[in-house]
């Protein structure tokens, strides 16, 4: 059963970086495209950034410039690198494969905020 744990979300403030990370099982992780989502308060789901098994990159035009994902094929883990936060970055953060095929997991919170 695939499972998704996502982790270091937190508050920072506006222009701040976080990293977080998603750990991934039930899988081989190694050749399946990975992607972060978030959702805010009211919002549906949206796509933030997607790596393909062999590491070439795409993000949505919201977080391009600032946002970077990168995967750890060694520890089933990927990881979204996020600089020049913005309070519309406020949102939990999902992990999943490419296209959202399975099950969420809990997300992690990222709250950004003076």
């Known amino acids: 059963q695939v499972q998704f744990v996502e982790s270091g979300g937190g508050l920072v403030q506006p222009g701040g970086s976080l990293r977080i990370s998603c750990v991934v099982s039930?899988?081989?992780?190694?050749?399946?495209?990975m992607a972060w989502y978030r959702q805010a308060p009211g919002n549906t789901r949206e796509f933030v950034a997607g790596?393909?098994?062999?590491?070439?990159?795409n993000y949505a035009d919201f977080v391009r410039g600032r946002f970077t994902i990168s995967r750890d094929n060694a520890i089933n883990t990927v990881y979204l690198q996020m600089n020049y936060l913005k309070p519309d970055d406020t949102a939990v953060y999902y992990c999943?494969?490419?296209?959202?095929?399975?099950?969420w997991g809990q997300g992690t919170q990222v709250t950004v905020s003076s």
């Open positions: 790596i393909t098994d062999g590491g070439t990159t």
């Open positions: 039930g899988t081989i992780f190694s050749i399946r495209g």
């Open positions: 999943n494969f490419a296209g959202a095929v399975a099950s």
